[in-house]
């Protein structure tokens, strides 16, 4: 059993900044891929970034260059450093724990509460 807990989201303008934490615990944290996905109001849920337990990792063409996904294995913590944001990265963002070292096509098996990112223009 896995429990991830996601902060650090709240209200910036476009053009600042944020940092999200996901801390996990339970059972294997420190082996398994884990991914940030959003989610906007009428919008489907979609991945943002993602990190393998080897620490590789991958993003959406729309956050390249502006968001890093990184893990800090001796905390059980994952973080998403977003910078120059935008109005239409205003989301809920949530942390998602995949049942495998690497992300794989089944999807992730655990997620957290989510947190709000909400960007002005």
């Known amino acids: 059993q896995v429990q991830l807990v996601e902060s650090g989201g709240g209200l910036v303008q476009a053009g600042g900044s944020l940092r999200l934490s996901c801390a996990a615990s339970g059972s294997s944290t420190s082996i398994n891929a884990v991914g940030w996905y959003r989610q906007a109001p009428g919008k489907q849920r979609e991945l943002v970034a993602s990190i393998t337990s080897a620490g590789s990792t991958n993003y959406r063409d729309f956050v390249k260059g502006r968001f890093r996904i990184s893990r800090d294995s001796a905390k059980n913590t994952v973080y998403l450093q977003m910078n120059s944001l935008k109005p239409e990265d205003t989301a809920v963002y949530y942390c998602?724990?995949?049942?495998?070292?690497?992300?794989?096509?089944?999807?992730?098996?655990?997620w957290g509460q989510g947190t709000q990112v909400t960007v002005s223009s």
């Open positions: 998602a724990m995949y049942n495998s070292m690497i992300v794989t096509r089944n999807g992730p098996v655990y």
